[in-house]
């Protein structure tokens, strides 16, 4: 027997995948010209709620079981696997048509796209196969061993959010505004793919990253959390859809940049003499 309402939050993971991979692939219900690959990126973000609380309502109703965890990185490879790459393709190959946008500096071949979406969908199975293998149901979950697979398919969906705001700002009338959307577009579309490509190496690197979801919502927590967490809403506020890819890429480059100044630092306090 399985656990219903776990088990139906898992399920409405893997639904929110396929809908955004069929939106992405423009044969959604109600397929939308304009907001289609923002409504793929939303499905994926609802994806990643639902992979927040099955886990959360299991505990909460002590219905964990082996069967549920298997069920979850199933439904985990499509939602954060299998979406984010589709949508990564699909969004430097389509054409956003906003007002006075500049042209890229260069096209990515498509070979080259289908390899990196290829790589990042790898990536995503290997890390989901080393966590159920070295995580046991008396796990903490304080800490993941390489990024976990919901924040690196949150960063590559957080690039056609950032576009939705863009084509908003284009549609006001300031000089502000305007150069934000003709420089943002290329910056944007340039960048996915070379984001795509390092966080699926960070998925199977052993670089410590926190647990968000238990930070927050579990135990006390440091001022220094606090401090985040206020600064964080402030830039949200501020740039509205443009921080998204500016939050999920600081949680991702965040920790490597970290391990790898402390390393450098530990090594100039052992060899002071080198340089």
């Known amino acids: 027997m399985f656990a219903v309402l776990p088990t139906l939050l898992t399920l409405g993971n893997a639904a929110c995948g396929f809908g955004a991979i069929t939106y992405a692939a423009k044969v959604g219900p109600e397929p939308m010209e304009r907001d289609f690959l923002f409504i793929a990126a939303g499905l994926i973000f609802l994806g990643m709620v639902f992979d927040m609380l099955d886990g959360s309502a299991a505990r909460w109703t002590n219905q964990t079981t082996e069967f549920g965890g298997q069920l979850d990185s199933l439904c985990d490879a499509i939602t954060f696997g299998v979406a984010p790459a589709f949508l990564m393709i699909q969004f430097v190959r389509h054409d956003h048509n906003i007002v006075g946008a ?14 990196i979406g290829v790589l990042f969908v790898v990536c995503v199975l290997l890390r989901l196969a080393r966590f159920n293998v070295e995580t046991d ?7 993941f061993s390489g990024l976990p697979s919901p924040a690196a398919a949150g960063t590559v969906a957080a690039f056609p959010i950032a576009m939705h705001g863009l084509a908003d700002l284009s549609l ?3 000089t502000r505004t305007t150069l934000i959307a003709e420089y943002g577009v290329p910056i944007l579309i340039v960048a996915l793919p070379l984001v795509t490509l390092i966080v699926a190496c960070l998925m199977v690197s052993r670089i410590r990253y926190p647990h968000v979801f238990n930070q927050l919502f579990q135990g006390k927590r440091p001022r220094q959390h606090l401090i985040q967490l206020v600064f964080t809403l402030a830039v949200v506020f501020i740039v509205r859809e443009l921080a998204v890819p500016l939050i999920f890429c600081y949680f991702a480059f965040g920790a490597p940049l970290k391990s790898l100044w402390t390393e450098v630092v ?3 306090k052992e060899n002071p ?3």
């Open 266 to 268: 530990q090594r100039k």
């Open 172 to 174: 006001e009338p300031t």
């Open 273 to 275: 003499g080198e340089a």
């Open 102 to 115: 500049l042209s890229t500096p260069f096209d990515y071949p498509a070979r080259l796209l289908w390899v």
């Open 137 to 143: 149901e008396e796990d903490s979950h304080a800490e």
